[in-house]
């Protein structure tokens, strides 16, 4: 069974530009989350969707930040217009209930220059 | 505040040797979860401790919970060089619906030399 998948897994943008990442979780999850980590900080919560709601949102930093999932399926997160603070890996993590364990995608390494 | 808050930061070992890495949390949780970090690459669960249970086996992890001083423990036991990684705790508190985000630490580089 595949994992939890992200693409791209590298991505370097510039200042004011607009990224976005993608999420493929593993099939038949309905619970999807996003993190971050910052370079030197805690991985740290930024959202959480059941099937295609947002379940919870409390982590998203600012309003540049907008996350989709569409149909229940994969998820994406797009920065716009993006800053150098933005910068960090972004893990995406899926769990099915009523099991806790989140399974963990390689992360998306963001560089805004 | 901070969660999952790992001590040491940093452990370096002998192979054949066992690690343990602490962690310390500040407010209630449903259960405490342990994941490993490969450099480079994503997080994978190791085990998870329920806020009712007191310890737990999995192969050479041993994890222990003391809800009562709100801290974790994870022993690996007869270390390998492949588990040279960085290790963090994650707690979680049920908030509602199904939401069971994780709360994480800075982690514990552990270096595993053969």
């Known amino acids: 069974e595949a994992g939890v998948t992200q693409f791209p897994s590298h991505s370097v943008i510039e200042k004011g530009q607009t990224v976005t990442l993608r999420c493929d979780p593993i099939?038949?999850?309905?619970?999807l989350y996003w993190y971050r980590r910052v370079m030197g900080k805690e991985i740290k919560f930024l959202l959480h969707f059941v099937k295609e709601s947002k379940q919870d949102e409390s982590g998203m930093p600012n309003n540049r930040f907008l996350a989709e999932r569409t149909g229940g399926t994969y998820s994406t997160l797009k920065v716009q217009p993006a800053e150098l603070e933005d910068s960090g890996v972004y893990f995406c993590?899926?769990?099915?209930?009523?099991?806790?364990?989140?399974?963990f995608g390689p992360g998306t390494r963001l560089t805004v220059l | 505040s901070q969660q999952g808050e790992e001590d040491p930061q940093a452990l370096s070992i002998q192979e054949g040797e066992n690690a343990t890495m602490n962690c310390s949390y500040k407010?209630?949780?449903?259960?405490l979860q342990w994941y490993r970090q490969n450099s480079g690459r994503g997080l994978v669960h190791l085990i998870l401790?329920?806020?009712?249970?007191r310890e737990k086996h999995s192969g050479r992890l041993r994890v222990t919970l003391d809800t009562s001083k709100k801290s974790s423990s994870l022993l690996i036991t007869a270390s390998r060089a492949a588990d040279t990684a960085s290790y963090f705790c994650a707690t979680a508190a049920f908030s509602g619906g199904s939401n069971y985000k994780l709360t994480f630490g800075k982690g514990t580089l552990l270096t595993v030399n053969p």
């Open positions: 993590a899926s769990s099915q209930e009523p099991l806790p364990e989140q399974f």
């Open positions: 407010t209630s949780i449903n259960n």
């Open positions: 401790i329920r806020s009712n249970e």
């Open positions: 099939s038949g999850h309905d619970n």
